[in-house]
């Protein structure tokens, strides 16, 4: 019999970071090889870009649907960057943590901070870049932008990554196998927290404890004499 029981509903995982650190690269290669994880597709009002896929990257609406989808309470958190739009659909995301599935967010820090507020137990990693030259390197060789553009990402990038402090954990994304391995690491720790505990069995009555304390010897001779008076 085990002594603790913990909750078996999953956990809500936020990833945030500046533009161009790989976050999406590394949830979907996370999420790719564990099976208890998933992850949540925002939707975005920004066009979409050269190889990205409906449904798979992001919901891309036009802005107008998207203030639509505002009223309508659709939206779990949403904030607007760089003028676009993104926000959390709040549809399937309890019902996969019910089911025990660790769900990961990626989303902007505005859209985090948000999340702080409605769920504070949420485990917030903050994805930094290995350098400032390789951060501004990913964005030009995404080749998805302009020039100014990439600039008012990059000044936009390095305002945010002041905001790391405000996070549970900060990961460097140097290399994808080192940062998942890293993640990895994070959600295990997570998961042995004493909080998460949702009973401990120590209500054992107190005969059945006195024969757990009794030597092996003694136990021996109990089990002759009740065969004896049988």
Sequence with gaps: MGLIKTKTKGSLIVISGPSGVGKDTIVNEY?????????????????MRKGEKEGE?????SKKDFEEK??????????????????????????????????????????????????????????FPPSLNALKSRLKNRGTDSEEKINQRFLQAYKEMNEVTKYNYVV???????????IEAILISEKCRCDRI?????????E???E?????????????KIEEEM
């Design 198 to 206: 949702e009973e401990v069995v120590l209500n054992n009555p107190e």
């Design 212 to 224: 757990m304390l009794l030597s092996d010897k003694e136990m021996q001779n109990k089990e002759i």
């Design 31 to 47: 999420t790719k090889t564990h099976n208890d994880s998933w992850l949540s597709i925002s939707m975005t009002s920004r066009e």
């Design 208 to 210: 059945f404890m006195h």
């Design 70 to 127: 505002i009223e309508e309470g659709f939206f779990l958190e949403y904030a607007k960057y760089v003028n676009n739009y993104y926000g959390t659909p709040k549809k399937y995301i309890n019902e996969k943590l019910d089911q025990g599935i660790d769900v990961f967010l990626v989303i902007e820090i505005q859209g985090a901070a948000k999340i702080k507020e409605l769920i504070p137990e949420a485990i917030f990693i903050f994805l």
């Design 57 to 61: 990257n992001y919901y891309f609406v």
């Design 172 to 182: 460097v994304n140097d290399e994808i196998s080192n940062t998942i391995k890293k």
